[in-house]
């Protein structure tokens, strides 16, 4: 008795109406912060200002001119990991992951990716606008008797 091949198992097989899978892609952002340990910059003052245009612009009146430059900072300065917590999150809010942190020199890097937005590709089998146009066209290129 002789013994006939089987066909293979249909689950290993790959089934040409399937579409493949499609490719994901990334898009990155870079953010880096200065730690070197130098003091902080001092706010703007309208004096600073001033002596920077070379006297063009008396204090008086670039603090008048421009207010919310030169208002009294705040007592209640938010903790720079508070800070950058807030940072970090409204990132995550947009879509992006933190994947790595590192060191260069006197800068700390944060790296972030996020799927890109693609446009699903048009699989429902209807035409285009162009298609439409085209569809039931009929050509004819009848000689004249």
């Known amino acids: 008795m002789s013994q006939q091949p089987t066909p293979a198992d249909p689950?290993?097989?790959?089934?040409?109406t399937t579409a493949p899978a499609p490719?994901?892609?990334w898009e990155y952002r870079v953010v880096h912060i200065n730690i070197n340990n130098d003091a902080p910059p001092q706010p703007a003052t309208p004096e600073a200002a001033s002596?920077?245009?070379?006297g063009s612009l008396s204090?008086?009146?670039i603090k008048r001119e421009?207010?919310?430059m030169y208002q009294q900072p705040s007592n209640q300065q938010k903790h720079p990991a508070a800070q950058l917590q807030h940072f970090l999150?409204?990132?995550g809010n947009e879509g992006w992951e933190l994947v790595e942190?590192?060191?260069?020199?006197?800068?700390?890097?944060?790296?972030?990716k996020r799927l890109v937005n693609q446009q699903p590709a048009q699989t429902t089998g209807q035409q285009t606008a162009k298609g439409k146009d085209e569809a039931g066209t009929i050509e004819t290129n009848e000689a004249e008797s």
């Not at 942190?101 to 972030?112: E, H, I, N």
């Open 11 to 16: 689950q290993s097989q790959p089934d040409p």
């Open 23 to 25: 490719v994901q892609r």
């Open 51 to 54: 002596k920077k245009l070379q």
């Open 59 to 61: 204090p008086e009146f």
């Open 66 to 68: 421009f207010p919310q």
């Open 89 to 91: 999150n409204l990132l």
């Open 101 to 112: 942190t590192c060191q260069v020199g006197g800068l700390l890097m944060f790296f972030f």
